[in-house]
């Protein structure tokens, strides 16, 4: 037998495309802060101050639950204590954003926050979002984005997709657009996905069906985050793994080396965009403290997130008597609010699983 017949025959082999390579990269990468960072809070550099869970609409995407039955709205007074922690932590305005909810939903308490920015010396605001909603005329458009104007802020950013146009008209949308533009002048209003509002469909003429086959797209081109709403309503429409395929999932990087939280209208403090996991209450702990005393082994179910991910999670909540799905889970961040569901249901983990409205909807 000569050499060669020993050989196993090569198979061609395919050069990695360069977005492949980079993926591998950014995964090794990954893997190298999630074992070697400390475990402490990075300094935070942005915050979206949740004003309030109510809105005019009800998004199917929403990972807030927040909509019209919602009611949290941010005492005021609470807002200023907030405001003077951020100055200490050295953010300036330009460093934050409102959002909600929808901070146009109660505009006198939108317009009682800008005025306690203003007595704090944050203003400008780095961002104000919304969904238009309220831009039913060109003059309470106009008047109210003058009074917003006057204030100081460096974005207007109005949110336009097809689960925001299932709530609201795409001519508000425009009016916002149109008069943001106005009264703000280039470069302040952002209409956000660009490509639909330039290319719109009429969503609340469809069907249930229709909405559904839209939804179906949107989510195959591109996966959101499934927890809150998303993981009730939305999550049927995608693929599904089984619970082992999540194992080496970690969390360190969205929980504590992200460089941004939000902060919701009772004060729970959400690492970058993971609503419902509170890493402190700024109603009973200054922010600086949260932030400069944050001790992981203090934080539970953040401690298993970051070493562990998502899977112990779901498996303790399966022996305390969760039930597995049986067909899956969409994401790691599906498994870990299904998991993170059942234990604010069963009074698990009170201090870091809130609040009401990120889990009840
Ligand atoms: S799995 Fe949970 S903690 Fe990790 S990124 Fe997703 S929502 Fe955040």
Redo the contacts with the bound molecule.
């Keep these: 037998m000569s050499l060669g017949s020993k050989i196993a025959p090569q198979r061609a082999v395919r050069p990695l495309e360069a977005s492949e390579v980079m993926k591998s990269v950014a995964t090794a990468y990954s893997a190298l802060m999630q074992k070697f960072r400390p475990r402490k809070l990075a300094k935070w550099k942005s915050a979206g101050i949740l004003l309030t869970y109510r809105c005019n609409a009800a998004c199917a995407h929403c990972y807030e639950n927040s909509g019209p039955t919602k009611r949290a709205v941010m005492p005021v007074e609470h807002l200023r204590e907030l405001l003077r922690e951020f100055k200490k932590l050295g953010y300036t305005g330009r460093d934050l954003h409102f959002a909600g909810g929808e901070p146009f939903f109660d505009y006198k308490h939108l317009i009682a926050c800008f005025n306690v920015a203003k007595e704090e010396g944050m203003l400008p605001l780095g961002k104000l979002e919304t969904n238009g909603f309220w831009c039913k005329t060109d003059k309470i458009a106009r008047e109210r984005m003058t009074e917003i104007k006057d204030f100081g802020i460096g974005k207007l950013l109005i949110s336009c997709d097809p689960f925001h146009q299932e709530y609201v008209p795409i001519e508000a949308v425009k009016t916002a657009e149109r008069i943001g533009k106005e009264v703000f002048g280039e470069g302040v209003v952002d209409v956000a996905p660009r490509d639909f509002f330039d290319n719109p469909i009429d969503m609340m003429s469809l069907t249930a069906d229709e909405k559904t086959e839209i939804f179906r797209g949107i989510l195959d081109a591109q996966p959101l985050?499934m927890?809150g709403r998303s993981a009730n309503v939305l999550s049927h429409l995608v693929e599904k793994h089984p619970k082992e395929e999540?194992a080496t999932?970690?969390?360190g990087?969205?929980?504590l080396w992200k460089r941004s939280i939000h902060i919701d209208p009772h004060g729970n403090v959400f690492?970058?965009?993971?609503?419902?996991?509170a890493i402190g209450n700024t109603m009973k702990t200054p922010l600086s403290k949260i932030h400069d005393d944050f001790d992981i082994h203090e934080h539970p179910m953040?401690h298993t997130?970051v070493e562990r991910?998502?899977l112990p999670l779901m498996e303790e909540a399966i022996q305390a008597g969760c039930a597995d799905r049986k067909e899956g889970y969409a994401?790691?961040?599906?498994?870990?609010?299904e998991a993170?569901t059942f234990f604010w249901q069963a009074g698990m983990y009170r201090d870091e699983v809130a609040p009401e409205e990120a889990y009840v909807d």
């Design positions: 985050r927890i999540f999932a970690r969390c990087k969205k929980l690492p970058s965009v993971c609503a419902g996991i953040v997130l991910g998502p994401s790691k961040c599906h498994l870990c609010y993170r």
